[in-house]
């Protein structure tokens, strides 16, 4: 006669019940997602975005959600002017506005007050990328009929670094020949981006290629 062995499940003790098991969290911090990590393109493109006359609310509030992430260093907050475009916006018109501008200048300030030893992990672009973003910036301001150095085309130059994944690959380079043609042929254009009608996000999201 064949033998059979029959194995019934072990019982799942409390601690251990599917009902009860704590769930594992998934995923795992980047080297980016944490505060002391900062990326000098982003804090130096928030800082464009926060200091551009006529920018929306919108992409302000956006901004300043993605500061309050990040506690830079004092000499970042010093050397990019984040610092002051942040304490310039505590007394905006719009209280949204104004009230998180407070929340992240008083969460920098308190942090640094109490932590000023820590060292913050920068990342910095290399030379080679800084030389031909420059150029990328003085064509912007040559068709834009400013003065190199001006505000308006870096904010446009490091929203296509950015739209472009932080490369200087073909898509960035299509996508700024794209702007100087548009800006250079079609006149509407170019007053609008000047008087701030049109954002340069939704701007560069037109002629991204």
């Not at 944490?34 to 493109?45: A, P, T, Y």
């Not at 002051?84 to 969460?107: C, I, P, R």
């Not at 299509?174 to 043609?181: D, I, M, P, S, W």
């Amino acid at each position: 006669m064949d033998r059979f062995i029959i194995r019934n499940p072990k019982p799942h003790s409390r601690e251990e019940s599917p009902a009860g098991r704590k769930k594992r969290p998934m995923g795992q911090a980047t080297l980016y997602s944490l505060k002391r990590v900062v990326v000098l393109e982003d804090i130096k493109r928030w800082k464009c975005i926060l200091m551009l006359p006529s920018q929306t609310k919108e992409n302000l509030l956006e901004a300043l959600s993605q500061l309050k992430k990040k506690i830079p260093s004092e000499e970042v907050i010093r050397t990019t002017k984040i610092g002051e475009a942040v304490e310039g916006l505590q007394t905006h018109s719009d209280n949204e506005v104004s009230e998180l501008a407070k929340e992240v200048y008083s969460q920098w300030e308190t942090f640094l007050r109490e932590n000023r030893c820590k060292p913050t992990i920068e990342v910095r672009s290399d030379a080679a990328t800084e030389k031909l973003r420059n150029n990328a910036r003085r064509m912007l301001c040559e068709v834009l009929e400013k003065e190199v150095g001006d505000s308006l085309a870096e904010c446009i130059e490091r929203e296509v670094f950015h739209q472009s994944s932080r490369l200087i690959n073909v898509h960035y380079r299509r996508t700024v020949r794209a702007l100087v043609f548009a800006f250079k042929h079609r006149p509407e254009i170019r007053s609008q981006v000047k008087d701030g009608h049109l954002p340069v996000n939704k701007l560069v999201q037109t002629h991204k290629k």
